[in-house]
């Protein structure tokens, strides 16, 4: 399973990014995605996963903010990031999880300015 992240960038607080992850290499409705983060310093931490069922679950530091997405016929999951702080910048990676097999993507990196 490949799995290529795409959409980071520099933006201004308050501002707004999506990004993207493209999945291939496998059947994708079976799997939960999910958008983990890490910023320098710091452990990578799960910001939300969907799972097959389109159920979703966030880390209370984006709730209200951020807003995961898929799309099974393109193979595709987002997250939409709006009202962005300079917290949330790090490196944001994709992952794709099904029973004990877990795939990553390449990360993008989100720099929130203030």
């Known amino acids: 399973v490949q799995l290529q992240a795409s959409g980071g960038g520099l933006v201004q607080a308050g501002g707004s990014l999506r990004l993207s992850c493209a999945v291939s290499?496998?059947?994708?409705?079976?799997?939960?995605m999910a958008w983990y983060r890490q910023a320098p310093g710091k452990l990578r931490e799960l910001v939300a996963l969907i799972t097959s069922a389109d159920n979703t679950s966030y880390a209370d530091s984006v709730k209200g903010r951020f807003t995961i997405s898929r799309d099974n016929a393109k193979n595709m999951v987002y997250l939409q990031m709006n009202s962005l702080k300079p917290e949330d910048t790090a490196v944001y990676y994709c992952?794709?999880?099904?029973?004990?097999?877990?795939?990553w993507g390449q990360g993008t990196l989100v720099t929130v300015s203030s």
């Open positions: 992952n794709a999880r099904l029973g004990e097999r877990s795939y």
């Open positions: 290499g496998s059947i994708f409705r079976p799997y939960i």
